[in-house]
């Protein structure tokens, strides 16, 4: 997520990709257990590479599900959301001094805040306050919120509705409590409720019919 902000805020210690599977397709997490990778967490492994051990969780959406929604608004939106970013995703070349440049598919902004705006629910403390903050940060940035809000605009109607319905969750009914959590990190030490209440009032624009 934080490589397609203008100016990154925090580095991240672990890969989430999602595995769009296809009828027939292997899982993901059984291909990068079989090549060697070792399981970690319920739905991650830790993979070698030239910089070491890396975790990747591995996030699935397979035919079956798309085909029968979840009836839970979250778990609508988790499918939705998730098969959105896999079918949206662009390249982005990665550039670092240890390993040698990689260009890789990345979801685009509107896709990462409709999953990041329902994966809040299912993250522990420190993971929740790093969500909300990613919410905030992909909102109010200068490149990827236009973006993010644009594609959220045109997304498939059921999706907008889950994804305001969480949005209203975390920025208008739970506000105070979105605000403890971003604070309680050291990058969101300086995120102000006017700030969740105009990311509230973004997020709503174009979600709402």
Not at 28 to 46: F, N
Not at 47 to 53: D, F, I, K
Not at 69 to 81: I, K, N, S, T
Request: charge should be negative; aromatic fraction near 2%.
């Amino acid at each position: 997520m934080v490589c397609r902000l203008s100016r990154p805020y925090r580095a991240t210690i672990d890969l989430d990709t999602v595995n769009r599977r296809r009828a027939n397709e292997p899982a993901m997490l059984e291909v990068l257990l079989a090549s060697g990778a070792q399981a970690s967490g319920p739905a991650g492994a830790l993979v070698p590479t030239g910089a070491g051990l890396v975790q990747v969780d591995v996030l699935e959406v397979t035919d079956a599900e798309l085909d029968s929604l979840p009836d839970d608004p979250g778990d609508r939106l988790h499918v939705l959301a998730h098969a959105w970013a896999a079918a949206s995703s662009s390249p982005v070349t990665l550039r670092t001094d240890a390993l040698e440049n990689l260009t890789v598919d990345i979801a685009e902004p509107g896709p990462l805040i409709a999953m990041k705006l329902q994966s809040v629910a299912n993250r522990p403390g420190p993971k929740e306050a790093t969500d909300l903050l990613d919410i905030v940060s992909l909102t109010l940035d200068t490149a990827t919120g236009p973006a993010s809000r644009s594609a959220l605009a045109t997304a498939n109607p059921t999706l907008r509705r889950d994804a305001l319905l969480h949005a209203s969750l975390w920025f208008e009914d739970r506000i105070d409590r979105t605000l403890r959590l971003v604070r309680s990190i050291p990058e969101g030490r300086d995120t102000h409720l006017d700030d969740l209440r105009l990311v509230g009032e973004l997020l709503r624009s174009p979600l709402e019919p």
